[in-house]
């Protein structure tokens, strides 16, 4: 008795479950519909309930979007399972109307609507449609090719089979001359300046904001004499504004051309269009480089290679900015700097007599330089590299200046680079009748030399009492914006397919067949 009852409360239990699930299933509305333009889409198919699968929604897209560049005919694919009590028919009326499908001049629109718990197909024609898909050809391409599929479940079959015979009686020659309309590709051309003018413009640009942007940089560095000279003999070329004209306005703009046209033909997508114009600044940084290191080869190439070794490693030929903007070719150009640098300082070497030199490891190097040397060693002013042949005991050093550690300067009486400043002091102060003096206090690390130099503290100014006022007042504007969806106008974007339905109407021609 208990176990009939349980059975009885599990299929009352069951029974309860499906009718709340048929009441939470959404009944859709003219309004509540999704439409596949909405938001300017290149689709054109609504499958809000997923009764055709990812694949076939793609698959149906790609012909009607094919059909639509070829013929300019708009065919709208929807699939729900519910519309409520509304007709099928009346409701594909409304909605191709409310739409807009096909374009105004030859109103080439068609609607298939699936109703699933009206075991419903329709179509809905537009008036140019009429003498190419009649309602015969309508109601023959249900019963032949959508009806047994659908009867058996295979939803994506069904619609695509019926997608597939529209495409192709429209696509024929005769009625692909007959259904299409101008207005689409007027749009079109009427777009695309716009479009294809704002992407040229970017590239255009582009390169100068970078130019701004580095010379922005350029100033607010620290101090670096290598770099500065350089930078001053490369302003100093005869043919820099030539090669500026061409790097920063020819080459972008003629790129950006490049890109335009390559677009309209279908050469390049969105993702490769955004890696050209990722590179063509990084083209420019790399031309800039390119010009530093031919100077300053031409400033420093004949010094010994200990003078140009410290010289390039000061000068940043790189910067920190390439690295980071473009770190793939800037790192790895930065990597064969030091490796081109590692070499010059580490290659075989031989003594004034001929021997062979072989480098001292760091840790017994000083054994073999001066007190002064060790002190320069210590606050990195100076790094010292002993060579050594313990045969015939040959010793060779080299130093190597830090030219970037600005804090030590040579010392006049011992030459080693460990002088100092210790503090300013005033000599004398300054008055409002008088010039006041001050001192600047120097001593050196190595040997202990200490003097002095002085310099003058201006006159006190007296001021005069003053009233100022200042005003400043504050402007605001605001801007209103809005975004909408555009279904009834005419107008098509620059890309294949159109991102809207063309304003087209339909005087209710078509069929519908139920399965």
């Not at 309930?49 to 560049?69: F, R």
């Not at 200990?306 to 920190?320: I, Q």
């Amino acid at each position: 008795m208990k176990q009939t009852i349980t059975h009885r409360t599990i299929l009352f239990f069951l029974l309860i479950c499906g009718g709340m699930s048929s009441a939470i299933a959404q009944t859709y509305t003219l309004e509540t519909i999704p439409n596949p333009k909405q938001s300017r889409s290149p689709h054109y198919v609504s499958n809000p309930d997923h009764i055709l699968s990812n694949a076939a929604v793609g698959q149906i897209d790609a012909m009607l979007g094919k059909l639509e560049d070829s013929t300019t005919a708009q065919v709208a694919v929807v699939c729900v399972n519910s519309i409520g009590e509304s007709v099928p028919k009346d409701f594909a009326t409304a909605l191709f109307r409310k739409w807009g499908l096909g374009y105004q001049k030859k109103n080439n629109g068609f609607l298939v609507l699936l109703v699933k718990d009206q075991h419903r197909i329709e179509m809905e024609t537009g008036y140019g449609l009429e003498g190419i898909l009649p309602d015969a050809i309508c109601k023959r391409i249900q019963t032949e090719n959508m009806i047994p599929l659908a009867k058996t479940g295979d939803f994506d079959g069904a619609m695509i089979a019926g997608v597939q015979e529209i495409t192709n009686r429209i696509s024929t020659p005769e009625a692909a001359k007959e259904v299409y309309d101008d207005s689409k590709a007027k749009a079109d051309q009427k777009d695309k300046p716009l479009e294809d003018g704002a992407l040229w413009l970017f590239f255009v640009l582009l390169t100068p904001a970078m130019l701004v942007l580095r010379l922005i940089i350029f100033f607010l560095r620290k101090q670096n004499s290598i770099a500065d000279k350089i930078e001053l003999t490369i302003t100093q070329s005869k043919r820099r504004v030539l090669w500026a004209i061409l790097m920063y306005v020819i080459m972008p703009a003629a790129v950006g051309l490049l890109v335009v046209q390559l677009r309209q033909d279908h050469w390049l997508h969105s993702w490769q269009i955004l890696l050209v114009f990722y590179a063509v600044p990084g083209l420019v940084l790399w031309d800039a480089r390119r010009r530093r290191i031919k100077t300053f080869y031409q400033l420093f190439g004949t010094m010994t290679e200990a003078d140009r070794y410290v010289r390039y490693r000061a000068a940043h030929l790189n910067g920190f900015g390439n690295i980071l903007l473009y770190p793939i070719p800037f790192w790895w150009l930065k990597r064969e700097d030091e490796k081109a640098l590692y070499a010059i300082r580490n290659a075989s070497r031989t003594s004034p007599e001929g021997y062979p030199l072989t480098k001292v490891p760091v840790t017994h190097r000083d054994a073999y330089i001066t007190d002064y040397q060790r002190t320069e060693q210590s606050i990195c002013s100076v790094d010292y590299d002993v060579w050594r042949n313990e045969a015939h005991d040959s010793t060779q050093t080299i130093g190597y200046e830090n030219l970037n550690n600005i804090v030590y300067h040579r010392c006049s009486k011992c030459e080693s680079k460990a002088v100092y400043k210790v503090r300013d002091r005033v000599v004398k102060e300054a008055t409002s009748e008088r010039e006041g003096r001050g001192a600047h206090e120097y001593e050196c690390k190595a040997c202990g030399h200490h003097y002095e130099t002085y310099y003058k503290i201006s006159a006190i100014q007296r001021s005069s009492p003053s009233s100022t006022s200042n005003s400043s007042s504050t402007t605001y504007s605001s801007s209103g914006s809005s975004s909408s969806s555009s279904w009834g106008s005419s107008s098509g974007s620059s890309s294949s397919s159109s991102s809207s339905w063309g304003g087209g109407s339909s005087g209710g021609g078509g069929a519908g067949s139920s399965w």
